[in-house]
DNA sequence: GTCTATAACGAGATAGAC
DNA sequence: GTCTATCTCGTTATAGAC
C-alpha cells in the first residue's frame, strides 16, 4: 500500500518535472506569453486535458517555473556564497553578484521571466516572493556582517529618504541604519541592471571586458552601500 | 502634379501612423512576440497582404516601432535636458534621468519592447543604434561638460579596465578620461535598472517613496561618475 | 507607379462532438 | 482520449482600380 502510494507519488514528481522542463524550452523558444499548455501536451505525448492534472492553468504553470527561476538563481546565489563565508563581505559580496550574472549568461530565457518585462495577463501571486528574495537576503546579509563588525561606513541619507529608510529597515533589513536599507535597495535594482543590460544586448558595442568591467562596477556598488575595500 | 504626389505622401504618412498606433495597441494588450500583422490589418478594416506596402515584413514593423520608441524617449530626454542647459551638470544629468523614468511609467510596454526581454527570434538591425543612443548621448554630454569646466573628479579605475576604458573613449566618448568612461557606462546601465525594477513591479512592497528615492539615486549614480554636487 | 483586394500556401492553434 | 472542422498566422502571387 504503501509502495503504491511511493510510486504514484514518484510518477507524479517525474511527469511534473518533464512538464516543467518541456514549458522551459519552449519559454526558450517562442517566449513566456506564447507558452501553450496543448503545445507542452502534445511534445510531451500527452493530451492537453491530461495537464491540468498537474497544473490547474497555464498561469500556475508559470508561476511553478517563475519559483523554479527564482530558486534556481538563489541556490546559484547561496553556493558562491558559501564558497567564501570566512572572506570580508567585500568579496562576498561581489561573489553573490557575480553568481547572479553567470546564472544568468547560463539561464537567460529563465532570467528574462523572472527579471524581463511582465508577461501580459499574468500577475504573479504572493508565492513567489519567498524565492524571489533569496539573493536580497544574502546582499542584506553581508551589509548586517560588516556593520556588526564594525567595518561598514554609512552612506549619506538625503532627508527625504529618512522615513523611508526607516521603514525599510522595519520591513526587511532589521538592525541596519535606514542610511544603508536606502542604498542596498539602490545597489540591488543597479546590479540587475548591469546584468539585464549585458543580457539583453545593450551591451553589444559598448562594453568589451565584461568580467572585469561587471566585477569592477559591482565592487564600486559595494562601496555605495558602505562596505569596506579590503 | 505635385499636389497629387502630396497627397499621396499625406496619405501614405497617415497610413503608416495608423498601423503603427494599432500595432503599439497590440503591443500594450498581447505583448510583443504577439504582434500579428493580419490583426493589426483587421483593427485597420484592411486586407492583411495591403500591409505590406507599408511594412516588408512583421519584423519591419516591430523595428520601426522600437526606432519609434527610443526616439520618443530621447525626445522627452531631450526636452528635459532643454530646460535645464544652464543649470550646472549634476542637475542636468538629474533632470535626463527623471525624463527617462517619467516617460517609462508613461510608456511601459513601448519600454518594455526596448528595453525589456528581447523578443524571440527578433533581431533588433544596425538602424536602431542612433535612436537608441540619444539619452547616453546626453548623459556623456553632460560628463564631458563638467570635465571641459574643471568641476569633475575623476573615479578611480581598476587596472583590468584600463585599456577597456581607451577603447570606450576612442569609441564614443572623445575628450574623456577612460575611468569616466567605464564609470559611465555603470552608471548607464545602472539606471535603466533602477528604472526596469520600478516599471517590472519588484519595487512593489520594497520602495514606497519612489520620486524621492529615485532623485537620489540617481544623483549618487551622478557622485560616481565624478560630477561635482553642487 | 501606387495602392488594395482576392486567393492561396503551409503551418499551427482551438473548440467541441464523439 | 481521439478526431475533425474551423480558426489563426506570415507570406506570396496575381489581378485590377486609381
Known sequence: MSTTQGA????????????KDEARRQLAAEGASKLSLRAVAR?????????????PSRDDLLTALIIDAYDSL?????????????????????AVC?????WALGHPHEYALIYGSPVPGYVAPETTVESAARVALLLI????????????????????????GERMVADFADDLPPAVAVALVSAWAELYGLVSFELFGQFRRVVEERDVFFREAVRRLALGVGLADV
Not at 511534445?43 to 497544473?55: D, I, K
Not at 563565508?85 to 567585500?90: K, S
Request: hydrophobic share 45%.
Open 8 to 19: 504514484r507519488a514518484r510518477a507524479r514528481i517525474e511527469v511534473t518535472a518533464a512538464i
Open 98 to 102: 557575480e553568481a547572479v550574472r553567470g
Open 43 to 55: 511534445e510531451l505525448g500527452m493530451v492537453s486535458s491530461a495537464l491540468y492534472r498537474y497544473f
Open 74 to 94: 538563489g541556490e546559484a546565489a547561496e553556493a558562491a556564497h558559501s564558497g567564501v563565508v570566512d572572506a570580508g563581505p567585500l568579496r562576498r559580496w561581489v
Open 141 to 164: 546579509g553581508t551589509a548586517r556582517d560588516a556593520y556588526r563588525d564594525g567595518s561598514l561606513t554609512e552612506p549619506p541619507l538625503a532627508a527625504g529618504l529618512r522615513v523611508e
